[in-house]
């Protein structure tokens, strides 16, 4: 299969993307920032393949979960493209200490377009690959490298939910008061569970120097994961 990719010249054309998907190719997006278009065409290739496939259903489920993976990439890269630009070196416990108390209550909406420019203009891209065959589908989603604390807080945050099946549960438990993308963690561990989805099927690792987040969603019991035939045991 050949990659079809898409970058902001040619996101919008939704003909290209249908086709694409009708003829098996993979779709490839480049982004910096998850503006409203973005968003759309992002909801729109979940929606092409799902209809190819028989599986609408899983619609709202499946944008949602990406959604909430797309916005911590393009904020993972704006974040590293801020600590670049103030010589702070994130890997670094006290400079990422520094930096993110700086950062404290400014990482809005305005904030996260403004950075995501300057990461595009450092190389730093957020790419979206989606797989697809008539056993399922697979999204992959990689951004800059996440440091050593960062992967521990996440691990963490994941370990913590697989334990719960109500976000307010885990909410109240395990509120994160450093950094919100804990909870839309787990919102996507927890959207799993509601369709019967295997949440193992969702992971996050560094892959080639990068972030790698991976989601994949059966279409029937043929589906067999990347990560082998059980992925909750699987170990790289």
Known sequence: MEDLIASYENVKNRELIVDAVNKDQRLLF?????TESMERQLDFVIAVILKRYGHEHLQSTLYSCLKEIVVNATKANAKEAYFREQNLDISNEDDYRRGMAD?????????????????????L??????YHNG???????????MK?????????????????DDLVAFYMAN???????????????????AEHINPHLFRIGVVDGQTLSRLEVPFNGQFVSVRGADPAGYRR
């Open 30 to 34: 480049v982004t910096h920032t998850l």
């Open 103 to 123: 950062l404290k209550g400014a990482m809005t909406e305005e904030w996260i377009e403004e950075y995501g420019t300057r990461a595009r203009d450092m190389g």
């Open 125 to 130: 891209d957020v790419t979206v690959r989606y």
């Open 135 to 145: 056993d399922g589908m697979r999204i992959e989603v990689f951004s800059t490298q």
């Open 148 to 164: 050593a604390a960062e992967d521990r807080r996440i691990r963490e945050k994941l370990s913590q939910g697989m334990q719960y």
């Open 175 to 193: 509120a994160d008061q450093t950094e919100g993308e804990g909870i839309g963690l787990v919102m996507i561990l927890l959207l799993l569970k």
